[in-house]
Every structure is written in C-alpha cells, then in structure tokens.
C-alpha cells in the first residue's frame, strides 16, 4: 500500500539525535525452533550490540548543523481466519505497523519501521498474544557514486513466487508455514549494505554481523513441521534427548557476507550471486549410546557455514517475459535414518533452480507459470529428503472495473509427492487509503510432503488494510 496522507516537519539535529539516542528501541529478542519440531529457546542479549553500537556512531558522523525533514506513515490491518479443521477463529490478528524517515541532508535518510501486532484469538502459537518489534533501522546516503545502507534491514535477491532459490540473506519467521507475505515473514537483519557502480555492472557487497536464524514453529503449533522428509523419526523404544542448540556467537569471524553483480546486457536484467553464510536451518547431528534404561539418542543441533554461488536472468519479449534463478549450495548437510552412520547427516552439495514465464497478453490479466526443482548431489539411501524435488506454480490475476478489483489464484504443486497449496484471493481497493481482501488456503495430498502435511489445516482468510 502507498501511503498518501504523511505528516512532514522540521526539527533541529542535535535535539533529535540525542533524544532518540535514549529512546532507541533495543532489537528484539528472538526465538527459534528446531526442524524436528523440538523448540528451545535462546535468549540473544548481546549478539547485535556491537551492530547496534556501529550503528549509533555513524549517527554521530552526521553534520549537528543539519536540519531533518520528517516524514511519518502508518499502516493497520486487521486480519482474520477461521479453520475448516476445528471450526473455530485461527487468528484474529491486529497489526500496526509505523514507520519514520528523517532526511537529515538530501544524501542522508533515516529510517525506522516498527510492528506492534496484537491476536485475540491466537490459535497458531503458544505464544503471547501480543508483540512490539524493530522490524527495520537503517541510514541510507551516498559517497561519491556508490549507494550504501546501514542498519537493520531486508536484502531481497529472488523475486520467485512462493517458494525461493536466492532469497535467502535474511531467515525467515515459518510460524504460518509460507502463508504470511514474504516482506512480513523475512526477518531483517543488521548489515552493511553497499551498492558501487563500475562502468555497465552494479556491484553490491554485504556484510551481515547479525546471528539470527529461521524461526520454526514448535512442536504443538498449528504449523509445526511433521514431514518425515523434515523431521527425524526415532526408532520405538529408542529415548531422545535434544541438547542446547550450538549456535555462532563471535560478531566478527561469525559474520555472513556476500557480493552481487548486477546488469543490463542487450534486453537481459542479469545477477551472478555469491553469500557465505551459516544455513539458517540447524543441523541435527546424532549421537547413539548405551544406557541402563535402554538405547539413547542425543540430538544437537548446530549451524554449519555453507557456499552459495547462483544468478538470475529475466527478458521481456513482447507480452512475455522469461525469468530464472540458479544457486549452487555446498555443505548441506541432510538427516538419514541409517542407523551405521556416525552422526545422523550425509554432507552433500545442492543444485536449486526455477524458471518462469510472466503472460500479460490479455488486457488487465497476468498469467504466470514457474518451475522450481532441487536436486541433491550426493544422495544416499536413507536420506530423509528425496535426490530430486520438484514444484510447479500457477498464478492468475484478473483486474476489473479500473483496477479496484483483482482475483487471483496461486497454485503450488509437488510433482514427486503429489500434493500442495491453492490460494484463491480477491482484493478490492475501496479508495486510496483502504483495501479489502477475502481469500482461502487450501492444502491438499501425501501427507509426507512439504504441503500434505498440513492437508487439515484449510482456511478461510479476510483482512483489511488501512494506511494514513
């Protein structure tokens, strides 16, 4: 939503630097949860301090003889869905979010965006029925002819529908499986973010001290993970004891950092990609032992660092427009039930990729079909996850009576296991400032695959949206 009524003002920078240096909101506390559907819980106090601290002195870089335009935007939806499973309210979910820019120079912007979410009726989570969070923190200026951007922030480097190859700098909150939009559901992260033009190439590079990871939902949560493909099943009679999660914790040498190219070659929109990064999943490396009691499996998850090399390529010919992702993924490392193997997981590569076509032919219609398959290179029996997987996704959007009213459908399938997600949607725009929208999550198949596994947990969902 754009946002047409904004309050804009003018104030002095020294008085605003050091009030809202005291007033500065500290990062939120994460919780994360493991893909076996175990959870634990890790409080985080300390590891974005020095991110945060960096952050503050280059405030302080800032001419105090500057002045700071404010430009202020609110936005409220109110969500609700109701189950077809227990035939009650999932959620009735309020969510304000505000978001501030200050230009304290022409090349100089701050900006902070904030969530306050509030559900009545939470039947997703254990949790509290209520959050306030930072979602973003950052500046943005210019030096010389290079863009950087410094702060709590979202790094987008896929565009893909529904499912993702690049889009993987940020981690991701899985508390609503893939249901939730992705700008919602990425986690920002802390970084340095710089974008340097060198003759027809952009060159971006990344530096990301922040070790925040996936957010899985638990194991008694509406969307927790119960795919044997995902979670490891003990053997009967075999106890299970899940230590501590062994997570990286040195700012500095645990850092991720990344470099992006980016051009425009004869029609061609081209990316070559690189990150180096800890797998925001944890690996579930396994430990069996003797007791008195019997056989014991111990658990212990821990983040591994892995190489992601990949691009994107997208065309326009006409009403059609080709698209692809590509990534190269070493060390992942998957679960396997044999029993002979020392630690639970097999250490192999991953080769991810989609392609997709975008139809615009007909008049205020899109229609847009995607590709998306994986395939492991050193794949072994007893693997948890099949060698290959493969998705296809179908999206339909129709506009009518001047764009105020759209429907759409986006259909994702898994062609191996033979399930997966239909989400029929219809939006209408009332005016500027408000949009409506009614829709339905319906899940379908093998309950081994990534959707069947939730094939009882079909939706309806409405929501409306406010922005001042």
């Known amino acids: 939503m754009t946002c047409l009524l904004k309050g804009r003002c003018v104030v002095g920078f020294n008085k605003f630097l050091f009030s809202s240096l005291r007033r500065r909101p500290e990062p939120s ?11 634990w819980n890790d409080e985080k106090s300390g590891i974005h301090r020095l991110p945060t601290r960096l952050f503050a002195s280059s405030l302080l870089l800032i001419s105090t003889t500057a002045t700071a335009a404010i430009d202020t935007a609110i936005t409220i939806n109110n969500e609700w869905s109701y189950s077809n499973e227990t035939n009650q309210t999932e959620k009735f979910e309020t969510t304000i979010t505000p978001e501030i820019e200050y230009e304290f120079r022409r090349d100089i912007n701050l900006t902070a ?53 690049l889009d993987v700098v940020n981690p991701q909150s899985w508390r609503e499986f893939i249901l939730d939009d992705f700008n919602n559901s990425r ?16 060159l971006q590079l990344l530096w990301l001290p922040d070790q925040t990871y996936h957010e899985y939902a638990a194991d008694n949560d509406r969307y927790a993970f119960t795919s044997p493909q995902l979670v490891p099943k003990p053997a009967l009679g075999v106890d299970v004891s899940m230590q501590a999660a062994q997570r990286p914790n040195r700012t500095i040498q645990d850092a ?10 004869n029609g061609w929109d081209l990316t070559l990609n690189y990150l180096y990064h800890y797998d925001d999943r944890p690996v579930l490396f396994r430990q069996l032992s003797m007791t008195a009691n019997g056989p014991l499996v111990t658990i212990t998850p821990r983040y591994e660092r892995s190489h992601l090399i990949g691009g994107s390529f997208s065309n326009s010919f006409g009403n059609l427009t080709l698209r692809g992702e590509m990534g190269y993924a070493t060390d992942r490392y998957i ?47 007893g693997m948890l996850r099949d060698e290959r ?8 959007r129709r506009d009518f009576n001047n764009e105020t009213l759209t429907a759409e459908l986006l259909w994702l ?32 198949g093998n309950q081994q695959g990534l959707f069947g596994q939730f094939k009882e947990r079909d939706r309806m969902v409405s929501a409306i949206e406010i922005a001042f």
């Open 113 to 165: 965006i904030g969530r306050i979410r509030s559900d009545t009726k939470n039947h997703i989570d254990a949790s509290d029925n209520s959050d306030v969070e930072l979602r973003e923190f950052y500046i943005e200026t210019s030096i010389g002819r290079s863009f950087l951007t410094l702060g709590k922030q979202q790094i987008v480097w896929g565009k893909a529908d529904g499912l993702k190859v």
């Open 29 to 39: 506390i994460y919780k994360s949860t493991l893909d076996s559907g175990l959870c």
């Open 389 to 396: 997987n493969t998705t296809t996704t179908v999206l339909l």
């Open 256 to 265: 991720d950092w990344g470099a992006r190219l980016a051009t425009f070659w």
């Open 335 to 381: 679960s396997t039930n044999v029993i002979a193997d020392i630690d639970g997981v097999v250490n192999t590569s991953e080769l991810s990729y989609v392609i997709g076509l975008d139809w615009f032919g007909f008049s205020d219609t899109l229609i847009s079909t995607q590709l998306f398959q994986s395939r492991l290179n050193n794949h072994q029996p």
């Open 187 to 202: 986690i920002p992260l802390w970084a340095i973010n710089s974008e340097i033009p060198i003759a027809d190439v952009t």
């Open 413 to 444: 399938h898994n062609l191996d296991l033979d399930d997966g997600l239909a989400r029929p949607k219809v939006i209408y725009q009332m005016n500027d400032n408000t949009t409506l929208w009614l829709g339905a999550d319906i899940f379908y």
